[in-house]
């Protein structure tokens, strides 16, 4: 009876120890989450796994192709398109592909839409793309995949503009497409306009003063800007007044009468910027609103665009 009793204790003992380590199995091993399955790298659309070509145009229509100089801040536009190498193309088990654009252009996003397998009405739907932080994304539907293996076409449109603003005249800016090389834009100045005004001074020593500002606004970027500025009679220039954006100018400008020259002053970039110097009315002239700003008060300049 004894013997019967230890040999019952015993079974129940294993039979504890051994639902105690499954227990400890099952409880030790951490659930599997969806966001812990590695997902497969997207396929690099480029030179290895694609025929690649991309063109360049100055309308969204494509109809002008982008062969003459453009400004460094033209919206531009360019049609991209691959076909997938044998091997290399998208699968139901890697169904994502992405062009990576160039860094040196700044691309427009777009919400894209289908991926359609042809331009039939009755085409079917292969995936969606997008463009995303200068990327053309391609999401593949699977089950499409499953059926079409081979011989596999995307393509898509996109504007953009220059990552470089400060390229002006006989300038190009290289931006080199993946699979494609080097494409050469070549950039010109933009337009420079600009407006003149004077402001009425008088000190205490009763002597009047006109501060003189020109405005120059660049369209997107000039060159070798040069300024000649011609005062009326009643005006004499003060020497070493000469500014540039509020800062005193490091060559002034020689004075020659009533006409003063900058030769140069460098290269501007987009934006408006200010030439700003100091005239004093000459003595015998009244300090009248007449007298102070007169027609033949003029600015010009020019520039390598």
Same mark, same amino acid.
């Given at each position: ?26 409880? *030790? ?10 997902? +497969? ?7 290895? &796994? ?20 453009? !400004? ?13 190498? %044998?091997?290399?193309?998208? &699968?139901?088990?890697? =169904? ?15 919400? #894209? ?14 995936? !969606? $793309?997008?463009?995303?932080? =200068?990327?053309?994304?391609? %999401? ?8 079409? +293996?081979?011989?596999?076409?995307? #393509? ?15 300038? =190009?800016?290289?931006?080199?497409? +993946?699979?494609? *090389? ?23 020593? *009763? ?31 003060? =020497? ?16 020659? #009468?009533?006409?003063? &020259?900058?030769?140069?002053? #460098? ?11 100091? &005239? ?5 002239? %009244?300090?009248? *609103?007449?007298?102070?700003?007169? %027609?033949?008060?003029?600015?010009? $300049?020019?520039?390598?665009?």
């Amino acid at each position: 009876m004894d013997a019967h009793r230890s040999r019952s204790l015993g079974m129940a003992a294993l039979i504890f120890i051994l639902i105690c380590l499954t227990a400890a199995v099952f409880y *030790g091993a951490a659930p599997v989450r969806a966001d812990d399955v590695a997902k +497969p790298d997207p396929i690099a659309i480029d030179g290895d &796994t694609a025929t690649v070509d991309v063109r360049l145009y100055t309308d969204e229509h494509h109809t002008q192709k982008l062969e003459d100089p453009v !400004t460094s801040t033209s919206t531009l536009y360019g049609a991209f398109s691959a076909q997938f190498n %044998a091997g290399k193309a998208p &699968t139901p088990e890697k =169904n994502i592909a992405v062009y990576k654009l160039p860094d040196t252009i700044v691309v427009d996003d777009n919400d #894209g839409g289908d991926l359609m397998e042809g331009s039939e009405a009755t085409a079917a739907k292969a995936g !969606t $793309w997008k463009i995303k932080d =200068n990327k053309v994304i391609f %999401a593949f539907d699977k089950n499409w995949l499953a059926s079409n +293996p081979a011989e596999i076409y995307v #393509g898509a449109n996109f504007s953009f503009e220059l990552a470089d603003k400060g390229t002006g005249s006989g300038g =190009n800016a290289s931006v080199v497409f +993946p699979g494609v *090389g080097t494409i050469k834009i070549p950039i010109k100045d933009g337009k420079v306009t600009g407006t003149k005004s004077g402001t009425f001074s008088q000190g205490a020593d *009763g002597v009047a003063k006109v501060t003189w500002t020109v405005t120059l606004t660049v369209e997107s970027y000039a060159t070798d800007v040069s300024f000649i500025d011609t005062l009326g009679d009643n005006f004499d220039f003060v =020497n070493d007044s000469f500014k540039l954006d509020g800062k005193k100018l490091d060559s002034q400008p020689m004075i020659d #009468g009533q006409v003063v &020259t900058l030769d140069s002053l #460098g290269n501007l970039s987009r934006g408006n910027h200010t030439i700003t110097y100091d &005239t004093v009315l000459k003595s015998g002239v %009244a300090a009248n *609103g007449g007298d102070l700003i007169k %027609a033949e008060n003029k600015a010009t $300049w020019n520039w390598a665009g």
